[in-house]
């Protein structure tokens, strides 16, 4: 019974969540671009075809890996402290591959069904600008970041454990995606994911690959900016993941934005003496600041840790020996300099 219990308990491994994302890319790449292809890329079917695949997806793999399904999301997820860069990197892999086994799989299915037509090297709801876009290359760079800007905003905003309607997170997130294509569609074909620009533009001719760096590079900045400016702006619901984030190392300048990366074990245990906020409880819970004994601060190389701001500040001065005392200086007893070692 007790190994019965462990099993359905036990958090899923680091291959069952790539193998969620890749498996939900893949479905992602087969309804959403089939839609497009099947349909002429009609704005309001292929627009709801992708939004509700997300939905599908997120609800039946959100548990497991989160339902990223796109590297824009898991380069915002990780600026935003959900997810490590080392685990982002691995997404991004999987969800690369999911593409490309859904473009083969679409690509069979045109062929074989012989759908319209389709040859090798026709468009088969690639993205494009230019001669394969309504749509200038500048406009097709600043619509995709904006797109996606606003598509993950939504997405780490809804996941944000603070919001009570986070079960109903993956019918936010496909609302979204849908809203964004019915911008996009008639523009850019709407990329707003590498992974799914990537997965159909091999089998849809030079023009497609020629525009696809614009669908790689323009959906990460805006994925990048919405994981970066939501934490700045609206804070955090508990302690980042470690690895995720912007660098928040012991070589923090003073003046350096606070509150942006996992902090190092050093600001953690100012943390924990200091009462700051633990991290989030099971069930989406949030402890309050618990009310601890004042301690002596952390010091290294003449700079000591503000808990407050969050930042280095030039170290306050021990008071100077007195006459009466030949021993010179010491600390009051009961308190400790905590004196920081060197980085190694």
């Known amino acids: 019974m007790t190994e019965q219990m462990t099993a359905e308990t036990a958090p899923p491994t680091l291959a069952q969540k790539l193998a969620a994302e890749v498996v939900g890319t893949a479905v992602l790449v087969i309804i959403g671009c089939g839609a497009a292809y099947a349909t002429g890329a009609d704005v309001v079917a292929t627009g709801l075809a992708f939004g509700i695949t997300i939905v599908m997806m997120a609800y039946a793999f959100g548990r497991i890996s989160g339902g990223h399904f796109n590297p824009a999301v898991s380069v ?35 062929l074989t069904g012989d759908v319209g037509g389709w040859e090798f090297g026709d468009p088969l709801a690639s993205n494009g600008w230019g001669d394969s876009g309504n749509i200038e290359l500048v406009g097709a760079l600043l619509l995709e970041i904006v797109l996606t800007f606003i598509f993950v905003m939504v997405i780490v905003g809804v996941t944000d454990d603070r919001n009570d309607t986070v079960a109903f997170a993956p019918l936010a997130i496909g609302l979204a995606l849908a809203a964004v294509h019915f911008v996009g569609i008639n523009l850019t074909g709407t990329s707003v994911n590498p992974a799914r ?8 001719g030079s023009d ?58 050093f600001q953690q245990q100012w943390n924990q003496q200091s009462g700051g906020y633990a991290a989030p409880q099971q069930g989406g819970g949030y402890a309050a600041p618990q009310a601890q ?11 000591q840790w503000d808990p407050a701001a969050q930042q280095w500040i030039p170290a306050q001065q021990p008071p100077a020996p007195q006459a009466d005392e030949p021993g010179g200086w010491a600390p009051p007893p009961g308190e400790h300099t905590v004196v920081r070692p060197p980085d190694a």
Do not use: C, N
């Not at 402290?81 to 591959?97: E, M």
């Not at 620009?197 to 849809?204: D, L």
């Not at 004994?293 to 700079?303: F, M, R, S, Y």
């Open 76 to 110: 915002g997820a990780a600026l935003a402290g959900r997810i490590s860069w080392k685990d982002t990197g691995l997404y991004a892999a999987a969800q690369v591959v999911g593409a490309l086994i859904g473009g083969v799989v679409l690509m069979l299915i045109v």
């Open 197 to 204: 620009s990537i997965g159909v533009a091999w089998f849809s």
């Open 208 to 265: 497609a690959l020629i525009a696809l760096w614009v669908f790689i590079v323009a959906p990460l900045i805006g994925g990048a900016a919405a994981g970066f400016l939501y934490p700045l702006v609206f804070g955090r619901s508990g302690a980042p993941v470690p690895g995720s984030g912007l660098p928040a190392g012991a070589a923090t300048p003073v003046g350096a934005v606070p509150g942006l990366g996992a902090p190092d074990a």
């Open 293 to 303: 004994p004042a301690e002596q601060p952390i010091i290294q190389d003449g700079w």
